[in-house]
């Protein structure tokens, strides 16, 4: 069984940076596609980044373009999110997932995390 458990959430002002972990537990992650989701209430989750098994590909949704970067680290079992220049909008609780298949595709995913509240001041 894979368990997925974010960490890294918190209050920060706008203009601020936060760095959100995954730690990934169980067994093969470097053959999954890992992603990060974000859901405020009464919102459907919305997909935010996205890395392949190797790490050689990565997609943003486009308002995280050039503020946000995804990585992975397959000795660590850990894929993280470096949010900069954070927006009150980005607001949400911040969820990981992840998906068998080495790249990532469409929404679904095979395992997801609890989720990390990332709060963001004006």
């Known amino acids: 069984q894979v368990q997925l458990v974010e960490s890294g959430g918190g209050l920060v002002q706008a203009g601020g940076s936060l760095r959100l972990a995954c730690a990934v537990s169980?067994?093969?992650?470097?053959?999954?596609?890992m992603a990060w989701f974000r859901q405020t209430p009464g919102k459907e989750r919305e997909f935010v980044a996205a890395?392949?098994?190797?790490?050689?590909?990565?997609d943003y949704i486009d308002s995280a373009k050039g503020r946000f970067t995804i990585s992975r680290d397959n000795a660590k079992n850990t894929v993280y999110l470096q949010m900069n220049s954070l927006k009150p909008e980005d607001t949400a609780l911040y969820y990981c997932?992840?998906?068998?298949?080495?790249?990532?595709?469409?929404?679904?995913?095979?395992?997801w995390g609890q989720g990390t509240q990332v709060t963001v001041s004006s």
């Open positions: 890395i392949s098994w190797s790490g050689s590909s990565t």
């Open positions: 997932a992840a998906q068998s298949g080495g790249y990532w595709r469409g929404t679904s995913a095979a395992f």
């Open positions: 169980g067994r093969s992650f470097s053959s999954y596609a």
